[in-house]
């Protein structure tokens, strides 16, 4: 065993007794033996343990760890502290400028135990409210996630859409020198708005494709694989990308062949015959097919509904006539419910805001006790009375617990034009128990919505296991609606599952989460995967006028 791995297990041992709150003196001796370790000019590995004490800043207690450590591999303390502590708190204490003691804040204090929650917590403003934090540190905390999620190389779409408009634009001023009749689009997972993306791709379409290989090679410092017709490469934000080329005849099918899935493109292949259209439309009339939009072409059951004149009229975000599901400065919001409403009514041009608060269960969110939904619903009347006809409904999201129930009584639901239920603890139960505590969720008159099914956090958090058909099913028997969060984080429920609602008769609503302003945009990623999933403005809860959606509440509230 070389010195380093001593060195870090020494400093992860040191972090741990330092998390976990042990004697202070014990920590830095701990610590300081780490580093004096890393700089020695020989090997530990060759010492006896009298040697080791003799060694200057290790001392006995230490000297005894690397020689357990040595002969047996491991230290049993180390161990037992690694037992402790939970996996995803491991892992953020790999975050670059976050001590033991602010973990310890985040995982004790706030109920964070991954690096997702944190990141989701970042965006939600949560962490400015903790004991030594402030702005500038939930920052520097959340650009620390940032930087370790790209060195996986995969990317969130909304993590990586202004770099990908960035490319390309550059890429056509570069072509430009080249080709002036030259252009640039982009393809690939981004242009099907993929939630995730592993690689950006772009077409460059020129009369002279060679020489705006070369050009474009030239303009990258780093280094580049050279394939027929194409270039890829990692830039020095760890993003794959891979620029195609082809000459104008052969735009519209290199579009084509270079935007669908792998399973799509082979399908549409079959019934082609050429490889030079007009446009894509063209291509796709000459397949007996009717264009398919982007975001469809994921080897689904596209083709089959383009063969049969079956293909759904995409919702697009122009059809949101309100907004629910959002948080406002009664519980952990940045704006308050005027300013968000005027937001929607001005800005956003909306008919209606849906208010959707943290209830009691969420102390860490300053969730709402009884008095102070009264009191927000006070406040809600007035503002209607101000901004009519725009209207404030008044909903809570209710914290489904353990054993499926919301967290308050009847009449206080009752209270409520509708209730967004969802889970935000104990995610750890297995498929059947998880299954059942929707359902019994589901099953409460109370419901309106179903949030976030799988609380899944993308890219750091799995969703809890759940029997999606048996989910879905409830819906559409007890009449409940399922969120798509539109968080980019979350975008759940999974687009994979859409037709399967819609088949069951389940609508669906695209759901910000917003809790500031700026986060009621994130309702166009919830729309680039209602398209993937093929959900159409009838099927749409929030596409609903305010009269429709109004009738809606109405009728779900007569049958508590």
């Known amino acids: 065993m070389e010195n380093k791995e001593i060195s870090r297990a020494l400093k992860l041992l040191s972090q741990l007794m330092e998390l976990h709150e042990e004697n202070p003196f014990k920590i830095r001796s701990v610590a300081n033996a780490s580093f004096k370790v890393d700089k020695l000019p020989f090997k530990l590995k060759d010492k006896s343990l009298a040697e080791l004490e003799t060694i200057d800043g290790i001392g006995k207690s230490t000297a005894s760890k690397i020689w357990e450590l040595l002969e047996h591999g491991s230290i049993e303390e180390l161990n037992s502290l690694i037992a402790a502590t939970p996996g995803g708190v491991l892992d953020m204490l790999g975050i670059k400028g976050v001590g033991p ?25 949560r962490l400015i409210e903790a004991k030594g934090f402030g702005l500038k ?24 859409e202004t770099a990908a408009y960035s490319y390309r ?33 772009f077409l460059v379409i020129s009369l002279k494709p060679e020489e705006a290989k070369i050009t474009i090679q030239h303009s990258f410092e780093q280094e580049i694989n050279n394939e027929p017709e194409k270039i890829t490469l990692k830039d020095e934000n760890g993003i794959n990308i891979a620029i195609h080329f082809c000459l104008p005849d052969n735009h519209a099918f290199k579009l084509f062949e270079t935007t669908g899935s792998a399973e799509h493109v082979e399908e549409v292949k079959k019934l082609l015959s050429g490889n030079q259209f007009e446009s894509e439309n063209a291509l796709y009339q000459s397949a007996g097919l009717d264009f398919i939009e982007p975001e469809l072409r994921e080897g689904g059951q596209e083709i089959a509904w383009a063969k049969n004149h079956q293909l759904p009229q995409l919702i697009d975000f122009g059809d949101l ?38 209830s009691k269960t969420a102390v860490y969110a300053n969730g709402l006790n009884i008095e102070r939904v009264l009191q927000q619903h006070e406040e809600i009347d007035a503002i209607n009375v101000k901004l009519a006809p725009f209207k404030i409904f008044k909903g809570i999201e209710s914290d489904i617990l353990g ?83 539109a968080n980019p984080l979350r975008l ?7 037709q399967y609602a819609l088949e069951r008769g389940v609508i669906l609503s695209v759901n910000p989460d917003a809790h500031r302003n700026e986060g009621f945009l994130d309702m166009h990623y919830g729309i ?13 809860l929030n596409c609903f006028d305010l009269d429709h959606i109004s009738s809606f509440f109405g009728n779900r509230k007569q049958k508590q």
């Open 101 to 125: 003691k602010k973990i310890a804040i985040i995982w004790k204090n706030l109920g964070i135990e991954n690096i997702g929650e944190l990141y989701y917590a970042c965006n939600e403003n």
């Open 137 to 160: 540190t939930q920052v520097a905390i959340k650009k620390a996630i940032e930087f370790k999620m790209a060195s996986k190389g995969r990317f969130l779409y909304a993590a990586i």
């Open 169 to 201: 634009d550059s890429l056509s001023s570069v072509i430009k020198e080249v080709d002036l009749s030259s252009s640039v689009e982009i393809t690939g997972e981004f242009r099907r708005k993929c939630e995730i993306i592993d690689e950006l791709s």
């Open 321 to 358: 006539k309100g907004t629910l599901h959002n948080h406002s400065t009664w519980s952990d919001g940045v704006h308050t419910l005027e300013e968000m409403a005027l937001y929607c009514k001005n800005t956003l041009k909306l008919e209606y805001l849906g208010i959707c608060d943290h």
């Open 403 to 485: 054993d499926g129930s919301l967290d308050y009584p009847e009449e206080i639901l009752a209270k409520f034009d509708f209730v967004v239920a969802s889970v935000h603890s104990n995610l750890k139960m297995d498929q059947e128990r998880a299954t059942e505590r929707l359902i019994k969720a589901i099953e409460n008159p109370y419901t309106t919505i179903l949030g976030h099914p799988t609380g899944r956090l993308l890219l750091s958090r799995g969703g809890y296991p759940i029997d999606y058909k048996k989910v879905i099913d409830a819906c559409a028997l007890n009449g409940v609606v399922i969120e798509i969060n």
């Open 492 to 498: 759940d429920l999974d687009w994979r599952w859409h």
């Open 528 to 540: 680039y995967v209602a398209r993937k999933g093929g959900l159409t403005k009838e099927m749409c």
